[in-house]
């Protein structure tokens, strides 16, 4: 099973997992270091790994992914009304909802490829989104969103034990999941899944996907059937999202609606390109710098800014904070924004062709991987 | 090290060096669980999370909301002219911060979305340390804010709820609210219904579908039923909508008389004016002029929907036109912070403030469990809305509310609800457990 992987994947893998689990000491520096942000990390890293075996590999570019992970948070949620606290089968469940939703929308969608792909997939979310938001208030509780609540049946848990007073936890076999345990579980399902991304992308599937990519037709020529393994890279990028959900859900066991917006199904395509798309590392960098943004820049307000550029004369301090403050507090999504234009004008291959491009300057020579042709030229199916 | 031929030895090891790994960190949090209580404040400040939306359709509401907290922090601190701490009839504070620590405070952005204001509220709590979590602008996110907090042992003070279900249903232990409900609103418009447009009415309901649009639809047609009127039909529309026409049109050959817009903020002031553009308030039905009514206003959508307000019946909390001593000093050091007069939201806002950091004086603690117990029961007056009771059972204030109507003699631009009637508290009182739910237990809990 480990006979594709060379002595370097070995190394980039022990490298990602030491970086992701020491993650809570390295952060504390830049304000990232609370347990609530780690899981963010850890969570849309994963639905980046994932949007990116689709994306980054066939070049199918889908603008839907947000249903899966809301598919995922509802199942999960469900598991833990139903059955249990228990965060392991509600993963289970979460995986296996998406899964199944992914083979029923890819069926449909993959019929056609390019930007009809992707309005075919933008379609279906926002149908997920409007059901889950009013038509499917008995499952989805609306606005409002699906929550625990004290009478729910929890069959497994009342079992074995009665139901204490207050709402119960999410645990692992007793271990509560809200705070650094929740991030340690979604850390090792983050590095679960970056482990098997790295498999998919240097096996013959991951081969065949990618030449998918380059020439659909010539693939048809040669007499391969492309749809069956568009429609596998299609599933597994969705189980993928829907373990995000679930992660979501089992480190805060509420899920909303908005979870399944067009916006959040752009977001973890920016996630991706500003990452890098195609390679194996970049979407969870991309992943970590978005949410960075949302949640640090967001937060900053006039006082913080006052307190920043406390060391300037009265009348340009005022006038930095002025400006400063544009970009701050409410205004984070045009630093996102600029960011976001600066990497793709000038390093169209994301975050990593950045890293790259220092490492050439330091001299470091690195053996082209075939991981890294396919980054900076994301181009579209057909 | 040879991965592709991994053998006993080479796994054990591993694995091993993993899970060592892995449990490493159990050794710091377990440290870290030193504190007595969550975030408990150890040096010379105590902060505070104010949690409003700065961004998307109710960030207006969250721009006000923001003022008042800001003003408060300032009166708390001994700053400012010290606003309600004057008119307040608990004189604890003296405006010297709380229990000797300054106030401090961080910020956070709820986007009106359910899972943006838990990410910032739980930001708010673990990474800076904030004692207590206040404000919202919707339903939806109070009740999910309120669930995090209570799951965390922070007091949540919520700011500008209105659903029956933040302090029925889904009431916590952690989580009180001044701001009145729906059901108020409909024991405070009911009377001033019957008396204007008579006993014998047929009601259309538009409603926003989300647990506060279902609280106030249930609570308005119990109250106008209870009146004699007739409910012809209920029809939910998706927030946000933007285009109401094809739920109006119906209304017109529905036999209906009152058509009853339970929405709020940009969707209020689409449906209002659209259904002022058919003509309906130009109709007559059933022999009777027909009529609009707004069960829950506020000025800043009065604002908003202009014109087309003057004449409609609602409900408010408070209005910057009450003329009693503590509703006048807010207006006074309100405006002359900021140069024009508080929405409701400012005010309900700035009181929670207030009253969470009076019960913290009087409990002599910050300690959740002794907070609470502070502020269940208290009685107090002088923050605007007349006599006031936190009840104990349902932690839901009971007060004054006004029924208003959108003034067609404007003496300022912000002159825009009239009040048309002060209803007493012991009229809006209800049972407690009419709404189910229940609070769960008042234990410390750490974070």
């Known amino acids: 099973m480990f006979a594709n992987l060379s002595r370097n994947d070995w190394l980039l893998f022990l490298g990602f997992s030491i970086v992701v689990l020491i993650s809570p000491w390295t952060l504390t520096p830049f304000g990232a270091g609370y347990p609530a942000l780690l899981q963010k990390f850890c969570i849309f890293g994963i639905f980046a790994l994932g949007f990116n075996i689709l994306f980054g590999l066939t070049g199918y570019l889908s603008f839907g992914h947000a249903a899966f992970l809301g598919v995922g948070s509802y199942a999960a949620v469900w598991s833990f009304k139903l059955f249990t606290m228990n965060v392991l089968p509600s993963v289970i469940f979460g995986i296996a909802a998406a ?15 390019g930007i009809y792909f992707s309005i075919l997939t933008l379609a279906f979310a926002q149908m997920s989104y409007n059901l889950a938001y009013s038509v499917l208030t008995p499952i989805t509780n609306g606005e409002t969103g699906l929550q625990l609540t004290l009478n729910d049946p929890r069959i497994i848990d009342n079992a074995f034990a009665a139901p204490g007073a207050g709402l119960p936890q999410t645990n692992l076999f007793g271990i509560d999941m809200s705070g650094y345990p929740g991030f340690y579980f ?22 065949m996907l990618r030449a998918i990519k380059s020439n659909q037709n010539r693939m048809r020529y040669t007499g391969f059937n492309t749809r069956p393994y568009l429609l596998t890279a299609f599933v ?22 908005e979870r399944m917006q067009w916006t959040a199904s752009g977001e973890v395509v920016l996630m991706t390109i500003l990452g890098g798309v195609g390679t194996l590392v970049g979407p969870v960098l991309g992943a970590g710098v978005i949410k960075y943004f949302e949640n640090i820049f967001s937060s900053f307000n006039e006082g913080t800014l006052h307190a920043a550029f406390a060391f300037l004369p009265v009348g340009l301090e005022t006038v930095m904070v002025k400006l400063a403050g544009l970009f701050v507090g409410e205004g984070w999504h045009l630093t996102l924004g600029v960011i976001f234009m600066l990497i793709v004008i000038f390093l169209p291959g994301g975050i990593m062709e950045g890293i790259a491009r220092l490492a050439k300057l330091a001299g470091i020579k690195r053996k082209p991987s075939h991981a890294d042709m396919s980054a900076g030229s994301a181009q579209p199916a057909e | 090290m040879h991965f592709d031929k991994m053998n006993r030895r080479g796994f054990l090891t591993s694995t091993a060096a993993l899970g060592a790994g892995l449990a490493m960190p159990t050794i710091f949090t377990s440290a870290s669980r030193a504190q007595e209580y969550c975030n408990m404040p150890t040096g010379d400040t105590v902060v505070f999370g104010f949690n409003v939306p700065q961004t998307g359709a109710y960030a207006d509401e969250g721009a006000d909301e923001l003022r008042a907290y800001e003003l408060a922090v300032k009166h708390l601190n001994g700053e400012g002219d010290g606003g309600l701490l004057n008119t307040f009839t608990s004189k604890a504070l003296k405006g010297s911060g709380v229990l000797g620590k300054k106030v ?22 673990e990474k800076e340390g904030a004692i207590m979590i206040t404000g919202g602008s919707s339903s939806g996110v109070a009740v999910a804010v309120q669930g995090l907090c209570n799951e965390m042992g922070i007091i949540f003070m919520a700011g500008l709820t209105h659903s029956n279900d933040t ?8 989580g009180f609210r001044h701001f009145f409900n729906a059901y108020m609103s409909g024991q405070a418009l009911g009377p001033v219904l019957a008396e204007e447009y008579g006993t014998d009415r047929r009601a259309y309901h538009l409603t926003a579908d989300y647990t506060w649009g279902w609280t106030q639809e249930e609570s308005i047609i119990n109250a106008t039923e209870k ?5 012809v039909s209920a029809v939910r529309t998706p927030l946000g909508a933007g285009d ?28 209002l004016t659209q259904a002022v553009q058919f003509g309906l308030r130009d109709k007559q039905v059933n022999g009777k002029d027909f009529q609009v009514v707004v069960p829950l206003f506020s000025r800043l959508m ?16 408070w209005n910057w036109s009450l003329q009693d001593d503590a509703s006048q000093a807010f207006v006074k050091s309100f405006g002359e912070e900021y140069g024009f007069p508080p929405s409701q939201a400012a005010h309900t806002c700035y009181v929670q403030t207030l009253l969470y950091a009076d019960a913290c004086e009087r409990a002599g603690t910050f300690a959740a469990p002794e907070v609470i117990k502070a502020l269940e029961g208290f009685e107090f007056d002088g923050m605007g809305n007349g006599p006031t009771l936190y009840r104990a059972e349902d932690h839901q204030c009971f007060k004054k509310a006004l029924v208003v109507r959108g003034n067609d003699d404007k003496q300022s631009e912000y002159d825009l609800l009239k009040v048309v009637k002060e209803v007493d508290r012991e009229a809006l009182t209800y049972d407690a457990s009419i709404f189910g739910g229940d609070l769960g237990p008042n234990e410390g809990k750490s974070c």
């Not at chain 1, 899964?99 to 490829?113: C, D, E, N, P, Q």
């Not at chain 2, 961080?106 to 910032?120: E, I, P």
């Not at chain 2, 109401?244 to 008389?257: E, H, K, W």
Request: proline share 2%; charged share 15%; glycine share 12%.
């Open chain 1, 186 to 207: 979604c850390a090792a399902a983050l590095i679960v899944c970056f482990f098997l991304t790295m498999r998919i992308f240097r096996s013959p599937f991951g081969m």
């Open chain 2, 302 to 317: 009065a604002q908003g929907a202009g014109k087309n307000i003057e004449g409609i019946l609602g409900t408010t909390n």
């Open chain 2, 167 to 174: 302090t029925g249903k889904d009431k916590k232990r952690y």
């Open chain 2, 227 to 231: 009146l004699g009127w007739e409910t």
């Open chain 1, 99 to 113: 899964g199944l939703f992914a083979v029923v929308i890819g069926y449909i969608s993959l019929r056609r490829s």
């Open chain 1, 236 to 257: 597994i990028s969705g189980m993928y999202a829907g373990l995000a959900g679930s992660l979501m859900a089992a480190t805060d066991p509420l899920a909303g609606a």
């Open chain 2, 244 to 271: 109401f026409s094809q739920y109006i049109t119906p209304v017109l050959n529905s036999g209906a008389d009152v058509l009853i817009l339970n929405h709020y903020g940009k969707d209020m002031v689409n449906s």
């Open chain 2, 104 to 125: 401090a405070f961080v910020t956070g952005d709820t986007q009106t979305k359910s899972d943006a204001a838990r990410d910032s509220a739980k930001r708010m709590i």
